[in-house]
């Protein structure tokens, strides 16, 4: 299936579609890694376009509000049947927006106000609804918030001292920056120890899981929240999958507690994206998302970047370029986009910079492995990054560099 014409809407508003068209060839020549972005399928798409974006669908299936309720129940119950069998869960909610909207909705079922959670610190990998001071949960519940030691694993000693003296009534794991494994089953049994729930916010994971390349979590704790757009491949949109005493309480905090009607149109594309992943072909696409990972890693290593947690055991890798480069990390981001490299300022663990000037970058292999790169094509492009950020910003190099970035791109279209 190729790509949409956009025909009408070049009709009905140029603007918009010249910048859609725009943003087609961004992606078409561009090497995408971006540890949270990837490119769903054209079915996915096509049910994203679908007829369910006009309906209103306030309420679960068979207890809805508004009248025309029959199609949008069989997506919403085929979704959630989908979901709990690639997961083993014995609960889901597909409604939730977003990782950010399902987290909250979690700790509005499972938590008073002024409640203590035990999470992981952003300036360590963990994400900015795991307690950072700038988010609204911050204002309304007490996050505690555990590091990673020096060799790059979660410091599971502090987790346990902090939670025998503060008592959370929520333990909660996961990141967006963190590039190692965590003890799952270590982090339930102190959850339990201490009287609290357990939470993984296993957004950036899913797909992986999904395709059985690393273990599965979820049947093991309370409850589990995750994005679908990220290595799930899937549109944007949020879940909440939980055990199945914490199903009412999850269910009436997302609707009515924090939102309306739910986008029945995302609904439908994440039933799609469901589907796609229980598929022996998503287990193939998994595996090789690690499979590149080690080769983008054993090649930044051997061309001396400093690599934060010390090695990667997921999609993800933390690069510290202040200290492999002397490059800052928004310096680092912005010469990679000028060469057609897309990825992300990130701060690196104890870092002395702020975000927006950060020490490190983060990239990611789950993009460009949709695309078809394999080991040797994440190869050449660590080789790139590296050549970029000891270009010194030469123009003359960094338009070489561009050119075979482009090319390299070029060989790995999305959309046919």
């Given at each position: 299936m190729k790509t949409p014409t956009y025909k009408i809407?070049?009709?009905?508003?140029p603007k918009i579609y010249t910048a859609t068209l725009a943003e087609e060839k961004r992606e078409a020549e561009t090497i995408e890694l971006i540890a949270s972005e990837n490119y769903p399928s054209p079915a996915v798409r096509e049910a994203l376009g679908s007829v369910f974006t006009n309906k209103y669908s306030e309420g679960y299936p068979g207890r809805r509000y508004y009248a025309g309720q029959a199609n949008t129940d069989t997506i919403e119950t085929i979704a959630i049947e989908r979901v709990k069998k690639l997961f083993g869960a014995e609960h889901a909610n597909v409604q939730p927006l977003s990782g950010a909207p399902a987290n909250l909705a979690v700790y509005s079922a499972?938590?008073?106000?002024?409640?203590?959670?035990?999470?992981?610190?952003?300036?360590?990998?963990?994400?900015?609804?795991?307690?950072?001071?700038?988010?609204h949960s911050a204002q309304i519940y007490n996050f505690i918030r555990y590091e990673t030691l020096p060799n790059g694993e979660i410091d599971y000693a502090t987790m346990e001292k902090l939670a025998k003296e503060h008592k959370p009534k929520m333990i909660l794991v996961g990141f967006s920056a963190y590039s190692r494994t965590i003890d799952y089953a270590r982090v339930v049994k102190l959850a339990k120890k201490v009287g609290a729930y357990s939470m993984l916010d296993m957004a950036h994971i899913a797909g992986l899981v999904a395709g059985r390349a690393i273990e599965n979590p979820v049947p093991l704790f309370d409850v589990v929240t995750a994005t679908t757009h990220k290595s799930l491949r899937g549109p944007r949109g949020g879940l909440i999958l939980c055990k199945a005493e914490f199903a009412a309480a999850i269910d009436k905090a997302v609707f009515p507690g924090l939102q309306g009607g739910p986008h029945m149109n995302v609904v439908a594309a994440k039933a799609v994206a469901f589907?796609?992943?229980?598929?022996?072909?998503?287990?193939?696409?998994?595996?090789q998302i690690l499979k590149n990972a080690k080769a983008f890693e054993s090649e930044f290593l051997a061309r001396g970047f400093h690599i934060c947690f010390g090695h990667t055991e997921n999609h993800l890798l933390l690069l510290?370029?202040?200290?492999s480069h002397g490059v800052t990390g928004d310096a680092a981001q912005k010469m990679l986009e000028s060469v057609g490299i897309s990825l992300n300022k990130n701060q690196v663990p104890n870092d002395a910079r702020g975000p927006m000037d950060p020490s490190g970058i983060r990239v990611g292999t789950p993009a460009m492995t949709t695309r078809g790169f394999g080991v040797a094509e994440f190869r050449i492009v660590a080789g790139l990054i590296d050549e970029t950020l000891r270009s010194g910003g030469n123009q003359k190099i960094?338009?070489?560099i561009a050119k075979d970035v482009l090319k390299l791109a070029k060989g790995f279209p999305l959309y046919k």
């Amino acid at each position: 299936m190729k790509t949409p014409t956009y025909k009408i809407l070049k009709e009905c508003d140029p603007k918009i579609y010249t910048a859609t068209l725009a943003e087609e060839k961004r992606e078409a020549e561009t090497i995408e890694l971006i540890a949270s972005e990837n490119y769903p399928s054209p079915a996915v798409r096509e049910a994203l376009g679908s007829v369910f974006t006009n309906k209103y669908s306030e309420g679960y299936p068979g207890r809805r509000y508004y009248a025309g309720q029959a199609n949008t129940d069989t997506i919403e119950t085929i979704a959630i049947e989908r979901v709990k069998k690639l997961f083993g869960a014995e609960h889901a909610n597909v409604q939730p927006l977003s990782g950010a909207p399902a987290n909250l909705a979690v700790y509005s079922a499972l938590l008073k106000p002024g409640d203590t959670v035990l999470g992981m610190h952003l300036g360590h990998g963990g994400h900015l609804t795991h307690g950072h001071p700038v988010t609204h949960s911050a204002q309304i519940y007490n996050f505690i918030r555990y590091e990673t030691l020096p060799n790059g694993e979660i410091d599971y000693a502090t987790m346990e001292k902090l939670a025998k003296e503060h008592k959370p009534k929520m333990i909660l794991v996961g990141f967006s920056a963190y590039s190692r494994t965590i003890d799952y089953a270590r982090v339930v049994k102190l959850a339990k120890k201490v009287g609290a729930y357990s939470m993984l916010d296993m957004a950036h994971i899913a797909g992986l899981v999904a395709g059985r390349a690393i273990e599965n979590p979820v049947p093991l704790f309370d409850v589990v929240t995750a994005t679908t757009h990220k290595s799930l491949r899937g549109p944007r949109g949020g879940l909440i999958l939980c055990k199945a005493e914490f199903a009412a309480a999850i269910d009436k905090a997302v609707f009515p507690g924090l939102q309306g009607g739910p986008h029945m149109n995302v609904v439908a594309a994440k039933a799609v994206a469901f589907a796609e992943a229980l598929q022996p072909s998503f287990r193939s696409y998994a595996k090789q998302i690690l499979k590149n990972a080690k080769a983008f890693e054993s090649e930044f290593l051997a061309r001396g970047f400093h690599i934060c947690f010390g090695h990667t055991e997921n999609h993800l890798l933390l690069l510290d370029t202040v200290a492999s480069h002397g490059v800052t990390g928004d310096a680092a981001q912005k010469m990679l986009e000028s060469v057609g490299i897309s990825l992300n300022k990130n701060q690196v663990p104890n870092d002395a910079r702020g975000p927006m000037d950060p020490s490190g970058i983060r990239v990611g292999t789950p993009a460009m492995t949709t695309r078809g790169f394999g080991v040797a094509e994440f190869r050449i492009v660590a080789g790139l990054i590296d050549e970029t950020l000891r270009s010194g910003g030469n123009q003359k190099i960094l338009k070489a560099i561009a050119k075979d970035v482009l090319k390299l791109a070029k060989g790995f279209p999305l959309y046919k």
